[in-house]
């Protein structure tokens, strides 16, 4: 059990699909993450949470929209996704957001492949 | 742009020998991270290196960070099976923000 769960593992979705991505950490932990890995490419950092506060947005295109409600919840909506954007999208949490060496949890992530 | 190269990007041994992987850069981080991924599942975090010149162990693992903070190495003593995953470096910026390398995929079999 890593501490952070992310539903669906797996999403297979067309291009004109709406779905969302859920994040859940159980650790207290007051920053969350979303990352994007692909083949062949370095983990991609996307949006950065803190104490609820969207503090990092990394230049994400508009089709993937976060929402967090509370430091425990991290949501990622997708609507008209592009091939390219099927990889493995991981959420991780730390104590904060803040300072060096804080250690990332991640979760296992979710599959996404668009048709 | 902060990069991170890791060295070689896939390596496959057999049970027992020994290994170093890299993982290098020209920026200076406030401190390094290793990551083990196991397929299927997210990374996990093995190490944090900190001070210049650091060597840390855990277990059969020994992880090092560069004098100038700008490279990191981990050696496997007695390579494992159980040892097969992705192993990721990562650095942290004083910004706190991590920039990954993209990995070295260790294969040991039995």
């Known amino acids: 059990e890593t501490g952070v769960t992310q539903t669906p593992r797996h999403l297979v979705m067309g291009m004109t699909n709406k779905k969302s991505l859920k994040c859940e950490q159980h650790?207290?932990?007051?920053?969350m993450y979303w990352y994007k890995q692909s083949a062949k490419k370095p983990l991609e950092l996307m949006f950065v949470?803190?104490?609820?506060?969207?503090?990092e947005n990394n230049s994400v295109p508009s089709r993937f929209s976060p929402e967090c409600p509370n430091s425990s919840h991290l949501f990622l909506h997708l609507h008209t996704l592009q091939p390219e954007d099927s990889a493995l999208y991981l959420c991780?949490?730390?104590?904060?957001?803040?300072?060096?060496?804080?250690?990332?949890?991640f979760g296992d992530g979710t599959r996404l492949s668009i048709l | 742009t902060q990069l991170l190269e890791q060295s070689p990007q896939f390596l496959s041994i057999q049970e027992g020998e020994n290994l170093t992987v890299y993982c290098n850069s020209s920026s200076v981080f406030s401190s390094l991270q290793w990551y083990r991924q196991e397929p299927g599942e997210g990374p996990v975090l093995l190490v944090t290196v900190v001070t210049g010149g650091e060597v840390k162990k855990l277990k059969r693992l020994t992880f090092q960070f560069g004098d100038a903070r700008k490279d990191s190495s981990l050696h496997i003593t007695a390579a494992q099976p159980g040892d097969t995953g992705l192993y990721l470096c990562?650095?942290?910026?004083?910004?706190?923000?991590?920039?990954f390398g993209k990995g070295t995929l260790l294969t040991v079999n039995p």
């Open positions: 990562a650095g942290v910026s004083r910004n706190y923000k991590l920039t």
């Open positions: 949470y803190n104490f609820k506060e969207q503090t």
């Open positions: 991780a949490s730390s104590p904060r957001g803040g300072g060096s060496n804080q250690p990332q949890h």
């Open positions: 650790l207290g932990h007051n920053a």
